[in-house]
C-alpha cells in the first residue's frame, strides 16, 4: 500500500462510518499551495463514540496500529490518537475537535479540495495559518523564531490575509 492509498483509506473509513472531519496540517497547507514536508497527516474528527468504534475497528491488527482504547481514552479526554499502516510506517494524526469558538468556527469554514483524486473536506488557508499561530503562541519559549517566519511567509504568499 501506498502512502497515497492509505490516506484515502483513511477518508474512505471516515465517511463510512459518518464522521465529520477536516484535513489539516502540513498536507491541508501542501493543498492550498504551500508545501510543507512532514512524515504524517492530521486530520480534525467530530465522531460519536460508536462512529469512532466503528471507524477503529475498520483497521485491521496485523497491517495497522488503531487500538480502540487508545482512540476512546483520547476522545474522553478531546486529545488525539494514531493510525499506522505497518505497510508504509505513515501515520494519520485523528484529533479530536476542541470545544472552543476557534474550533468551532474553523471547522464549520472546511472547504471541499480534491487531494490524491479524493473530494475531501479541508481547513482553509487562513484557519491552518491560525492554528499554527495558536501552537506557537502555547509553545512560545522554543516556537517563536520559527513562528514568526511561518507568518510572515504565508501573509505574503496568501495577499487576503492582513500583513
Excluded: W
Excluded at 14 to 41: C, K, N, Q, W
Excluded at 68 to 95: C, R, W
Excluded at 104 to 129: K, Q, Y
Amino acid at each position: 500500500m501506498s502512502v497515497e492509498e492509505f490516506f484515502n483509506r483513511v477518508i474512505a473509513e471516515l465517511e463510512r462510518a459518518g464522521i465529520p472531519y477536516m484535513v489539516t496540517g502540513s498536507l491541508a497547507s501542501s493543498a492550498h499551495g504551500r508545501i510543507r514536508a512532514s512524515e504524517d497527516f492530521d486530520i480534525v474528527i467530530a465522531p460519536s463514540p460508536s462512529q469512532l468504534r466503528a471507524f477503529v475497528s475498520a483497521f485491521p491488527d496485523d497491517q495497522y496500529y488503531a487500538d480502540e482504547g487508545d482512540a476512546l481514552e483520547s476522545f474522553k479526554h478531546t486529545l488525539q490518537f494514531n493510525i499506522i499502516d505497518f505497510a508504509t510506517t505513515f501515520k494519520v494524526d485523528l484529533i479530536f475537535k476542541k470545544n472552543r469558538e476557534f474550533s468551532r468556527t474553523e471547522f464549520d469554514r472546511r472547504r471541499t479540495h480534491v487531494i490524491s483524486g479524493v473530494r475531501v473536506n479541508i481547513a482553509t488557508p487562513e484557519d491552518i495559518l491560525v492554528a499554527k499561530l495558536v501552537v506557537c503562541y502555547i509553545n512560545s519559549v522554543t516556537y517563536n523564531s520559527r513562528c514568526v517566519f511561518i507568518a510572515h511567509a504565508r501573509c505574503t504568499a496568501h495577499p487576503t490575509l492582513p500583513e
